[in-house]
């Protein structure tokens, strides 16, 4: 959405006096993020970026500023929410949730190769594994509910085809067994856009504001689906082996995770075809978000059903 | 000091299983430090810094490590101590205490011209107001009751001149009001070797282990005295102005502090001269230490003893 809400330099300075982050030297705004108003901001004292939350209730942001604060504290490149001098996290700004956090270096790669998915890979089992000690809870909040939800609602304004579509993938994955994979944190949005590339070395992970608590292996499909994805949907296999290979060095899968792989593959597809799709048909009232495409991931939940790539086989050990 | 204690890569390898920064690449000793081993350790996910620690009591890393860990949440460029899966800061590696930190970017410029020293200026008031909302508390662990006692112990070891001139400081330092002066924690020893510089900016501030609570003014004046002495020892009026204007724009002086500057310069040159003059004369047993010469700061305290630049004038708003 880029920015909705105008900050101005004298509000920002006058603002930046709860903080001890010295005095605004820049400000600029940021034409990116579907969700939040970005701007970034330099002081005297370092570089920083201010979000004003446009959509998210308050009520559920302490779940995201601490999660990327406990993050940050396990020695991983996320956005760290910088404290204010009472050392809260989230101040009020235009009458908006505002938060400043530290600005990261690098910049996205929509066309990685297999060494930036291997580094992706390992990335993604870092954050779950520092995830294991975040204490707070928040279920997935595109999890199944709110998949059974929105399908509901979308139904009518989809063609014949693609309602039998939905209604065989919703009643496919009713059936899938998931209590036994290992859950925790997941980004669950863990896009080309939203890492940050510092040469060869990942400088930020960001974009946290669609984390919740579900299957692990949930967050690898998001991920794989996207990074491994050929422009026609397919999956390319030499990236594929790269980022799972990776993951699996640092989190080893689990044998209940090699069975379901196909399946959260699917769901994961699913996730983004309906979220696109509301967006495109159901447009919330006041609301600009940048609507993308929502037949790439239908066509994707559609080739995933045939054979995809295996998981690395489970350690006999 | 350097590396004391040596680290191989599988005892290392190891170790980083406690923690979630992925497996170790390069494992490299640093050649700096006086009172602590410091390795650079990159890992699959991000650079780091090992620091074992050589001669600091466990019971009191604590303080230094939730310090540092306050400050960077503050959003200021300290090494931020990282987190392991059980949510701890200090484990022990080696037999030795020991803390993984985030690694800066830069280097140390130890020919500072006035901008940077206006940067300096403007992060260490930084520093002081992020400290005001810190809990833990520590006494100056180099405060009027280390400076008496060491030089008790050093009085036999020196010249004849240089008695009278300690005896002369130490009586004078007696007589100084610093109750009316604002107190906090501060670093202590915010020497140029101490500031990274990545370009124009200040990348990192480290070695926070002689922060403690005391004066402020008293880390102004170590400050000034290091980063505005020309060659002989005296200080350079424009480097001092920049330095002090910046701080002053940051957390304005007080009038207490306008009358206290002088004896506070004095007193920090004695403190370092101490320090000096103890590791040369009473060299700790079993400690190596990079013995500096202690005559500078003798000298830069007999040249503080005449006149000095003024602070900035207290707003009378």
Redesign the interface.
């Known amino acids: 959405m880029s920015v909705f809400t105008p900050v101005t330099p004298e509000a920002l300075s006058l603002w930046l006096q709860r ?5 605004l030297a820049h400000l600029q705004g940021i034409s990116a993020g579907v969700q939040n108003s970005n701007f970034f901001v330099t002081t ?5 970026v201010l979000t004003l939350f446009e959509s998210i209730p308050r009520a559920e942001l302490p779940f995201y500023l601490h999660l990327m ?2 993050l ?6 996320v956005p ?1 929410p ?2 204010d ?3 809260e996290y989230l101040g009020t700004l235009a009458d908006k949730p505002a938060v ?1 956090v ?1 600005r990261l270096s690098g910049a996205s790669d929509l066309s990685p190769d297999s060494a930036r998915c291997a ?1 992706v890979g ?2 993604l089992a ?2 779950h ?2 995830g ?2 975040y204490r707070r809870h928040q279920d997935n909040p595109r999890g199944a509910a709110w998949r059974s939800a929105t399908a509901a609602q979308l139904r009518p304004y989809l063609t014949a085809a693609e309602q039998t579509l939905l209604d065989e993938e919703l009643a496919f994955q009713a059936g899938v067994a998931v209590d036994a994979l290992p859950r925790g944190v997941i980004h669950a949005d863990l896009f080309r856009d939203n890492v940050l590339w510092d040469g060869e ?2 400088g930020g992970v960001i974009d946290f504001y669609f984390a919740g608590v579900d299957a692990l292996l949930f967050d690898v499909a998001v991920t794989v689906n996207d990074w491994c994805s050929n422009a026609d949907g397919s999956l390319d296999a030499v990236r594929c082996a790269a980022l799972l290979d ?1 993951y699996h ?2 989190r080893p899968f689990t044998s209940a995770e090699s069975v379901a792989w196909p399946a959260m593959l699917r769901a994961a597809a699913l996730r983004f075809w309906l979220s696109r799709a509301a967006d495109f048909h159901l447009p919330r009232e006041g609301e600009m978000v940048l609507v993308k495409n929502p037949d790439e991931y239908r066509d994707i939940l559609r080739l995933r059903r045939s054979a995809v790539p295996a998981l690395p086989a489970p350690s006999t050990v």
């Open positions: 903080y001890a982050v010295g005095r005297t004292l370092g570089r920083y604060a406990h940050a504290r396990c020695g991983l490149p760290a910088i404290a001098r009472d050392n400043l530290a580094r390992a990335m870092g954050l594994l520092a294991l000690s070395h990942i990776a060095a640092e």
